[in-house]
T-cell receptor, first 110, second 114 residues
Framework: DAKTTQPNSMESNEEEPVHLPCNHS???????IHWYRQLPSQGPEYVIH???SNVNNRMASLAIAEDRKSSTLILHRATLRDAAVYYC???????????FGTGTRLQVFP | GAVVSQHPSRVICKSGTSVKIECRSL??????MFWYRQFPKQSLMLMAT?????????EQGVEKDKFLINHASLTLSTLTVTSAHPEDSSFYIC??????????FGPGTRLTVL
């Protein structure tokens, strides 16, 4: 299973943009890049996913490097409710499995 | 997004008893469901993949006789922890996927074995 590397933690102030990096140098051509986030004692929540092109939705944007070996989740204006553990995951389309790494714990300060 | 529920949300049981956890997709039919386990301050660990009408596929190191999975319908999968022991205490989370779409996660079930 292809692996991802993320910083253990990051901090942000409220209303500021947040860029959460993820390295996935062993990504294969058919792996999708998924981002989920998890609040304490809750199940993960889908944030965004992409394959090659940058993606935008109401929650966030996903910027994917041209060689696909890294990606960045962008929260345009952090709120206190965005404080969570963010997981960058590669999904193998042949198995559909999501193999979670350690994630990045995002703290947002007022 | 689609809604996935789990029942119960938390359960406390005595060592040696069996516990059943239900995972339901409320507004879609899930061709595949997944079961995860999460220990405190750790990431989610995939336990098994469950396809409707067929046997579950377990990840390496997960005992199939201890963690019984049944996916009897397109909206329901169950995980039974048999002869539970304190080391089985964990947060169990399911996810459900409709063919070609995203996986959606349930809220989790906290199991405490005394």
């Amino acid at each position: 299973d292809a692996k991802t590397t993320q910083p253990n933690s990051m901090e942000s102030n409220e209303e500021e943009p947040v860029h959460l990096p993820c390295n996935h140098s062993t990504i294969s051509g058919t792996d999708y890049i998924h981002w989920y986030r998890q609040l304490p004692s809750q199940g993960p929540e889908y944030v965004i996913h992409g394959l090659t092109s940058n993606v935008n939705n109401r929650m966030a944007s996903l910027a994917i490097a041209e060689d696909r070996k890294s990606s960045t989740l962008i929260l345009h204006r952090a709120t206190l409710r965005d404080a969570a553990v963010y997981y960058c995951i590669l999904r193998d389309v042949t198995t559909d499995k999501l193999i979670f790494g350690t994630g990045t714990r995002l703290q947002v300060f007022p | 997004g689609a809604v996935v529920s789990q029942h119960p949300s938390r359960v406390i049981c005595k060592s040696g008893t069996s516990v059943k956890i239900e995972c339901r997709s409320l507004d879609f039919q899930a061709t595949t469901m997944f079961w995860y386990r999460q220990f405190p301050k750790q990431s989610l660990m995939l336990m098994a993949t469950s396809n409707e009408g067929s046997k579950a596929t377990y990840e390496q190191g997960v005992e199939k006789d201890k963690f019984l999975i049944n996916h009897a319908s397109l909206t329901l999968s169950t995980l039974t922890v048999t002869s539970a022991h304190p080391e089985d205490s964990s947060f169990y989370i399911c996810s459900a996927r409709q063919f070609g779409n995203e996986q959606f996660f349930g809220p989790g079930t906290r199991l405490t074995v005394l």
